[in-house]
T-cell receptor
């Protein structure tokens, strides 16, 4: 199974809401990633988890809070977002942080109103 | 120095043509250069990747050419098909002193006409 799944597919939230994005992989990968992709732009790395520990935080605002409950799951908790945070949020995984072949999920389309 | 410059922004070819997409980088610490294909509403999918000790790599209809001295690499799609119509991203990655970088190029929208 070479699939990364993400839920929900679409999410609309107000600026005062709290919501979470979920990502799951069953490939036995030990590194997982969150990316943000604006329309017609490339993905931008937000967070890297390696063996369930946060290893990279690319200066992302604290209104985005990642969590890795176990080796298969990755969450992104959202709170007090701004309209400019509207984007496609992509999850990816790789065998480990040193293995640069990343497998991406389909993403969650987030709209902040 | 962390940027990856990609060109052209868009490309239209006839079926059977050979589109070529180019990327250039500055940071010599980059040591892994993948190409991703992305269809609308989907996540990027890894097509092919190369490391700087190799000048060319071929997988099926996709070929990467790599010029280490010029710090450039390119993707060639042989016998292109309408199903290849998508956005293509190059990327460059490095892990140095514990710092992990994975930088995507700006993307090329390819359209293959039937």
């Amino acid at each position: 199974d070479t699939e990364v799944t993400q839920t929900p597919k679409h999410l609309v939230m107000g600026m005062t809401n709290k919501k979470s994005l979920k990502c799951e992989q069953h490939m036995g990968h030990r590194a997982m990633y969150w990316y943000k992709q604006k329309a017609k732009k490339p993905p931008e790395l937000m967070f890297v988890y390696s063996y369930e520990k946060l290893s990279i935080n690319e200066s992302v605002p604290s209104r985005f809070s990642p969590e890795c409950p176990n080796s298969s799951l990755l969450n992104l908790h959202l709170h007090a977002l701004q309209p400019e945070d509207s984007a496609l949020y992509l999850c990816a995984s790789s065998q480990d942080r040193g293995a640069r072949e990343q497998y991406f999920g389909p993403g969650t389309r987030l709209t902040v109103t | 120095q962390q940027q990856v410059k990609q060109s052209p922004q868009s490309l239209i070819v006839q079926k059977g043509g050979i589109p070529i997409i180019n990327c250039a980088y500055e940071n010599t610490a980059f040591d892994y250069f993948p190409w991703y294909q992305q269809f609308p509403g989907k996540g990027p999918a890894l097509l092919i990747a190369i490391r700087p000790d190799v000048s060319e790599k071929k997988e099926g209809r996709f070929t990467i050419s790599f010029n280490k001295s010029a710090k450039q690499f390119s993707l060639h799609i042989m016998d292109s098909q309408p199903g290849d119509s998508a956005t293509y991203f190059c990327a460059a990655s490095s892990i140095t002193s514990g710092t992990y970088k994975y930088i995507f190029g700006t993307g090329t929208r390819l359209k293959v006409l039937a």
